[in-house]
């Protein structure tokens, strides 16, 4: 479903992404590790479209050009991140917002649009799988909402507009274990077989709750080295120094042979 | 100078052997209107108060001053779009004279009075008198033009304790058909002690007319008298529009005013309040949105003269196209006025490279127990927020609107009439969106 092939980026003539090369599956769940700096937030803002970077290379999405869309037809073909950090809209109604959002996107489908009504016994319904209640709903996006509660927000706009590849950006920065718990129950609550999803994450504390089918590791704008779960752990052992050291000597990186 | 030649023009029509109808005191107070732009001229660059307003354009137009027999086709659906009938009583003004079959003069408390400017001065009444022969006559060249032009426009008396449920209409529409006019309501609102009342004014006329309102408002405050006022200003984008409010204050009134200023090709709105008794209260609201080459300017003096008196100020700019926004806003608090709280924030949104936003607020302070603050603010689309909404889906263009919708909702929300509010909401954020879905934030 998801094919990036020798993607580079750069931001004021700085190159952040390197040739990044990585192919996932329907259904899978992937994480990407490294250090900070490594470019994994580049990758994401990348493939949702964010503004001002210099891209080449090829990322193909269901068979289409992802890089060609816009962010909201990204979008309405089913890709969402989950910010690292959401903004604050003050003045838009939480409610409003994601209404609006999925109505966007079942307009761009060609869906009929849900109505105030149908649209609040859905998010309700969803709204219990990140335990949020209503009075989140009433307030303004995000709006003097706590890290975690923040990160909650995006996970039930996941929920809401089930997307078909989910980008979560270190979704667990800033969250106590509580929270962590709570985001990574709404995670898993939502992996199915039509889902896949990439996790970003500096610490492996995540992939404890959301477990991977594969973990890759990026380092200075590449993919050095793809691996099952038991790589994130060794990870945390060892380090990100000591996959750049055994990767050193690599004739070229891991991922997708070139 | 146009202006005066139609001034100078109705005058004439007007002297006593001609015309009856003003009354000896209210003809010297027009000559000496006239006299007075005269001597004085026009407001130019160098006038403090309107320095980033080119009144050139409004000058350059040969305006013929509005009669009563200048209107005529104007319907009830008309004034029904332009103002939405709050079903309380309603006065309605077509080239500032009064239509009294558009009009309802109906559900006031006894004792309490709801007319014209014209009823009272053909009664003989000299209770306007004061009105015309003080400010605001003296204070600028259109005020004067005002005094000199004036014929008609509401009057409003409440009695001591009156207290009016439905809010009190004034519709200001304008038929230029054809012939540039210049329009001139004057309003007197006198408000006994204890009364309360809400106001509201629309202004509105026809898409592609030529015409000048130029218009004054006058509000009077006795002690503990509460106002609520409303501005809506949808003129067409082909006219022009200028108006004076004019607020005084008795002890503990409270006055509060919400401008929403969508239309004109040049529009000022200004507002005088004079806080003349102890613990008096103004709040001064507006949302301005210059597109296009329109220009939106809003001039604010606030003087504080007693102790303990309040002053609010809010007020938001979207400035798009070509569009011009002018804040000009002056806190003047008086020796011996302690006690004064006064706060005023001006925020402004640009949009476009070409747009422009003037903001100026001003304290001017001669006493030491006070509490002021001001601030002004101007920026740009935050970029952050426009992609988290498009990385939802909604179209950047949607978004945008959203955004500035978002940005100007806290004012719409602040219409505490709801029928007036849903009239506005889409006419607010109508100009940024792409759909005509009602947006309920």
Redesign the interface.
């Known amino acids: 479903m998801l094919k990036i092939k020798e993607l580079h980026a750069s931001i004021e003539d700085k190159e952040i992404l390197r040739g990044v090369n990585l192919e996932l599956n329907a259904g899978e769940v992937h994480a990407i590790m490294g250090p900070n700096g490594s470019g994994k937030s580049t990758l994401a803002s990348v493939l949702i479209g964010r503004d001002g970077y210099q891209v080449s290379g090829s990322v193909s999405y269901e068979g289409q050009d992802l890089l060609a869309l816009s962010p909201e037809e990204r979008a309405a073909a089913g890709v969402f991140l989950a910010f690292q950090h959401p903004v604050e809209i003050p003045g838009v109604g939480n409610m409003y917002f994601m209404r609006t959002a999925l109505n966007s996107l079942r307009r761009q489908r060609g869906q009929e649009e849900l109505d105030p009504v149908d649209f609040l016994a859905l998010a309700q319904e969803r709204m219990k799988l990140v335990e949020m209640d209503q009075s989140f709903m009433n307030r303004s996006v995000n709006e003097g909402f706590s890290g975690g509660e923040k990160k909650r927000n995006e996970i039930l706009q996941m929920a809401i507009l089930e997307p078909k590849l989910a980008i979560l950006d270190e979704t667990d920065s800033g969250l106590d274990i509580d929270a962590l718990r709570i985001v990574a129950n709404g995670v898993n609550a939502l992996r199915s077989a039509g889902r896949s999803m990439l996790v970003i994450t500096h610490h492996q504390r995540l992939l404890d709750y959301i477990v991977p089918d594969r973990v890759h590791v990026m380092t200075a704008g590449q993919i050095v080295r793809s691996g099952d779960k038991d790589l994130a752990v060794e990870l945390e052992a060892n380090g990100y120094t000591s996959v750049q050291q055994a990767n050193a000597g690599r004739l070229a990186p891991v991922g997708v042979a070139r | 100078m146009t202006l005066t030649r139609a001034a100078g023009g109705v005058l004439a029509g007007r002297e006593p052997h001609r015309d009856d109808r003003d009354p000896a005191w209210l003809h010297e107070a027009r000559l000496a209107a006239l006299k007075w732009v005269g001597v004085h001229g026009f407001p130019t660059h160098k006038d403090e108060d309107w320095k980033y307003t080119a009144l050139a354009p409004i000058l350059a137009v040969p305006f013929e001053a509005a009669t009563v027999t200048s209107s005529n086709w104007v319907t009830a659906e008309m004034i029904d779009a332009a103002a939405v009938d709050l079903g309380g009583p309603r006065l309605v003004f077509v080239n500032g004279h009064f239509a009294p079959e558009l009009s309802r003069l109906t559900g006031l408390p006894a004792g309490s009075v709801v007319t014209t400017l014209a009823a009272v001065l053909a009664s003989g009444s000299d209770r306007l008198e004061p009105f015309f022969s003080h400010t605001p006559g003296e204070h600028h060249a259109f005020a004067a033009f005002n005094d000199a032009l004036a014929e008609d426009g509401a009057f409003i008396h409440l009695t001591s304790g009156a207290i009016l449920d439905e809010p009190i209409q004034f519709v200001f529409f304008s038929n230029a058909d054809g012939v540039p006019l210049i329009s001139s309501p004057r309003s007197v609102i006198i408000a006994d002690s204890g009364s309360r009342a809400t106001i509201v004014e629309t202004y509105a006329g026809i898409d592609g007319d030529v015409y000048l309102t130029n218009a004054v408002t006058e509000f009077v405050l006795a002690d503990d008298a509460q106002i609520e006022h409303y501005k809506i200003q949808l003129e067409p984008v082909t006219a022009f529009h200028l108006a004076l409010l004019d607020v005084r204050q008795g002890r503990n009134s409270r006055f509060t005013s919400r401008s929403v200023m969508l239309g004109a090709s040049i529009a000022r709105h200004e507002v005088r309040v004079l806080l003349d008794g102890v613990g008096a209260e103004v709040s001064l609201d507006g949302v301005y949105l210059p597109q296009g080459d329109q220009l939106h300017d809003n001039t604010i003096f606030i003087d504080h003269a007693a102790t303990n008196c309040t002053s609010h100020q809010l007020y938001k700019g979207v400035l798009d196209g070509r569009g011009h926004g002018v804040f000009n806003g002056h806190i003047m608090v008086r020796h011996g006025a302690d006690g004064t709280d006064a706060n005023q924030k001006n925020k402004n949104l640009i949009l476009s490279d070409h747009a422009e936003v003037d903001t100026r607020p001003r304290l001017e302070i001669y006493t030491d127990d006070v509490k002021c603050t001001h601030g002004a603010a101007v920026g740009q689309m935050?970029?952050?927020?426009l992609?988290?909404?498009?990385?939802?889906?909604?179209?950047?263009e949607?978004?945008r609107g959203?955004?500035i919708?978002?940005?100007v909702?806290?004012m719409v929300d602040r219409i505490a009439i709801e029928q007036l509010r849903t009239q506005l909401e889409p006419l607010v954020a109508g100009r940024f969106r792409n759909d005509d879905r009602p947006?309920?934030?």
């Open positions: 935050d970029e952050e927020a992609l988290y909404l498009q990385a939802r889906g909604i179209p950047a949607a978004a959203l955004l919708y978002a940005f909702h806290e947006v309920e934030l």
